[in-house]
């Protein structure tokens, strides 16, 4: 069987290459595809010395800098890869990978991390914080993001198997693109991130410093409990606004992006791990439940696959239901009150759902369920899991795919 594994672009290991990384362990011989490939010499060890193949965004101008404000373009660069030659394509996508384009004889299998969230439910965001309401920059965004949807969800009819990293996405996945996904959690790497040491009496928040995250708000929440301690980790570019509202609490300390033992050391001997966003899954949650550590988590999103909160049994943490500072300075004096009940080793299981090897395996379950045995007798017989019956198909239209292609 041939394989190939398609991603987004390659410019840092972070999160969704993680599960690149779990893909190419599953199927070592497969070749890598990507819209381009930026990757700094000391974060390609994953791929092993595998080349990656890249589209015309690659050569751009500026591309490596600035291959992001290429994204009207990315659709028609990931129709051009060929990928006639592979049995099963797995792509991991977040934006325009899944757009490949794979025939009737073929297997598309696609991890999405997200749909195109600035272009469907949070575009409006998007254009405020970007400055891009109004004027004529503002009306060609729109313009652009209305091309981005209706490729994006053509698109994705073109895939045979979709695949959500949590509960969330899958309905996102419903809402904008109709079809059904199957839940496969992402790996995480519980075993760097182990219980020990005694707890300590602070709270912790480690997280990019990026405005989605509301670290702001957690440090809000903290200067109204001066008697209660904060440590803030990570760094990115709310970090000097995040420092100024915490310049004036002495019992906020931020660090910044510290080494990766100290993060551990710190969270793992924290009361609790602090999370405000609304985030598609929320690998950091789960690295805290595996070092034993409870976590307080917005009620949305991904946190909702995660923990476990009273009166569930055995808990591990628990949810506030607004990004309100007062929501979380509820939060704690209720965590506080609950956390008898919660146990490490509790937290710990609960972080043993998300392990490399239940990913391993569950995705090479999706292509056992999807694609059989071949056989000499018969062609290959799979189908999409949602797609109708064979008895149905004769009397069911086939709608046209009408891709736009940008100029």
Known sequence: MKVA?????????????????????????????????????????FLGG???????????????????????????????????????????SHAVAKGVLTGPGQLHVSYVHSPMRYAWDLQHQYLRQSGMESGLKGALTRWLLHRLRVWDRSS?????????????????IRKVWRRNARVVHP???????????????????????????????????????????LVVLGDGPELKRVAAAAAAAPNI???????????????????????????DFGICMVEAQACGTPVIAFGRGGARDILREPPDAAPTGLFFAEQSAACIVDAVERFEALSPA????????????????????????????????????SPSSWRPADAPAKSELSSTPLPLRAVPMPK
């Not at 937290?347 to 000499?376: G, I, L, Q, W, Y």
């Open 5 to 45: 594994v398609v991603h987004e672009w390659l410019d840092s290991y972070a999160g969704s290459e993680r599960v690149v990384e779990q893909l190419l362990e599953i199927w070592p011989e497969a070749d890598l595809f990507a819209v381009c490939d930026f990757l700094p010499p000391g974060e390609r060890a």
């Open 50 to 92: 595998r080349p990656v193949r890249t589209t015309f965004i690659q050569r751009l101008p500026f591309a490596r800098r600035l291959f992001r404000w290429y994204l009207p373009l990315m659709p028609l660069a990931i129709e051009q890869l060929d990928l006639a030659g592979y049995d099963l394509v797995v792509s991991s």
């Open 156 to 172: 994705a009819a073109g895939v045979d198997v979709l695949l959500a990293n949590s509960a969330y996405i899958a309905e996102r």
């Open 187 to 229: 790996p995480v790497d519980v075993a760097s991130f182990l219980p020990g040491g005694a707890r300590g009496d602070h709270y912790v928040v480690a997280s990019r410093m990026v405005p989605y995250k509301r670290v702001d708000l957690i440090v809000e929440a903290f200067r109204a409990m001066p008697s209660r301690r």
């Open 253 to 279: 300390e931020l660090r910044g992006r510290v080494p990766h033992a100290e993060l551990v050391e710190t969270v793992r001997t924290a009361r609790a791990f602090v999370f405000a966003a609304e985030e």
């Open 342 to 377: 919660i146990s490490d080793g509790d937290c710990r299981a609960n972080a043993e759902r998300f392990t490399r090897d239940k990913f391993r395996r569950a995705m090479r379950r999706v292509v056992a369920d999807h694609m059989p045995e071949p056989s000499c007798a």
